[in-house]
């Protein structure tokens, strides 16, 4: 078969997963391109490639489902000894040497899948049928999502080749908060970030042309100017004029800074907008996105190929 060069600019001939992952290592992992995930795009791609046989195969029997694929560190090279395991039953596999997998469990509506290393954090995902692909596990302490979890606060798979989410994924499954996901985000079809934010218990929104003063509102947050931040992949935005939502920067007057809460979703693409996390008030603040403020806006953007 034939797989994309890692270059862009040749082709590598490859006949089995053992030989992809040889290629990996020989050319040099550390010079992949790895934004927006494209080296463990490549992976998957191949991966699917070479896996077409078995799909057939496992097509065939259509009470099972066929997880398979690689698992990788950060740097993109192959973890030995990762146990990948159907929660909720005894099927269980391990990926080799060259950091591959492979196992078959029951159709069900949603499969939940734990990926577990020592040495490395617990992946937790959600698929429903077969899935092919790469999954990260991140170096740290060996913690293995509570088995009681349900399907809805589990990682998807088709997140499993990146760990931008997975503090999202995190805080959701601690249920603290309220979580917009990108089906929801579809399923609404906005034109603009803060329309998301809209027909929420304790929240009120005034969704005007870009400009023109959106204004958002928090019934927790009763104190004039609110103080509501706003985080871009987990980075704090400043609004225009000062360095945030507090009384130094911003006039008194009741309701006075809810427009610049409004401007500073309105940098932000609503079709780059991949997740949302939103904080209504200080008993729901997680310590990462406390600094002394009422409320917040954490908006987590798309990667490439997603």
């Not at 020989?26 to 391109?33: A, E, I, K, M």
Request: aromatic share 6%; glycine share 10%.
């Amino acid at each position: 078969m034939k797989c994309p060069g890692w270059s862009g600019r040749s082709t590598t001939h490859i006949d089995s997963p053992t030989a992809l992952v040889a290629v990996l290592i020989d050319t040099n992992v550390r010079q992949w391109p790895t934004r927006g995930g494209r080296a463990a795009a490549v992976v998957a791609w191949c991966l699917v490639a070479m896996a077409q046989p078995t799909a057939v195969l496992a097509q065939s029997d259509s009470s099972r489902v066929l997880i398979s694929g690689v698992i990788l560190d950060p740097q993109r090279k192959p973890i030995e000894g990762a146990e990948v395991r159907v929660v909720g039953s005894r099927l269980l596999a391990t990926s080799g040497a060259t950091g591959l997998f492979r196992l078959l469990a029951p159709r069900d509506k949603e499969v939940l899948v734990h990926v577990r290393r020592v040495g490395y954090k617990a992946q937790l995902l959600k698929t429903v049928g077969d899935w092919r692909g790469a999954i990260v596990l991140e170096p740290g302490a060996f913690e293995l999502p509570e088995i009681q979890v349900v399907a809805r606060y589990a990682k998807p798979a088709r997140y499993a080749a990146t760990t931008k989410y997975d503090d999202y994924f995190r805080r959701r499954r601690q249920g603290i908060g309220q979580f917009i996901d990108r089906e929801e985000i579809d399923r609404k079809a906005p034109l603009a970030v803060a329309e998301l934010l809209t027909g929420r218990a304790g929240i009120k929104v005034s969704v005007r042309p870009a400009g023109q003063g959106t204004t958002v509102f928090f019934a927790r947050c009763n104190e004039y100017p609110p103080r509501i931040n706003v985080y871009l992949d987990g980075r704090k935005l400043i609004p225009i004029g000062g360095m945030g939502g507090g009384p130094s920067v911003l006039s008194s007057r009741r309701g006075a800074s809810s427009p610049m809460i409004g401007e500073m979703l309105e940098r932000v693409d609503v079709h780059d907008v991949e997740l949302m996390e939103i904080f209504r008030g200080p008993g729901e603040l997680p310590p990462e996105y406390n600094d002394g403020n009422c409320g917040a806006i954490v908006i987590w953007t798309r990667q490439g190929g997603q």
